[in-house]
């Protein structure tokens, strides 16, 4: 499985971010998708989580209401809907495949490269 995110840049506070993670392989490899980040000198956390129909989804509390997760099966593509984006949202962002596991109890199976997105004040 291989995971390339794109659509990071510098933003201002306030304004909107699509961040996009195309996969190779099928379900269930790629059943269970997730978006997390690292913020500079801080631990990698998970941002959200959708799965494979794409009707079950997670959000951290601090990205409630401002973030969407949302899939496209046929496109092998996750996107990441980012609106009033905050200075606290900075960090690399990264998407994650799992089979099987709850991305909120454990960790993914596979990972893609970072996209790094910086907001300004």
């Known amino acids: 499985v291989q995971l390339q995110a794109s659509g990071g840049g510098l933003v201002q506070a306030g304004g909107s971010l699509r961040l996009s993670c195309a996969y190779s392989?099928?379900?269930?490899?790629?059943?269970?998708m997730g978006w997390y980040r690292q913020p500079p000198g801080k631990q990698r956390e998970l941002v959200a989580t959708i799965n494979g129909s794409g009707v079950r989804k997670d959000y951290a509390d601090s990205v409630k209401g401002r973030f969407t997760i949302s899939r496209d099966n046929a496109k092998n593509t996750v996107y990441l809907q980012m609106n009033s984006l905050r200075p606290e949202d900075t960090g690399v962002y990264y998407c994650?495949?799992?089979?099987?596991?709850?991305?909120?109890?454990?960790?993914?199976?596979?990972w893609g490269q970072g996209t790094q997105v910086t907001v300004s004040s």
């Open positions: 994650a495949a799992s089979k099987y596991t709850d991305l909120r109890r454990g960790l993914p199976d596979y």
């Open positions: 392989g099928s379900s269930p490899s790629t059943n269970i």
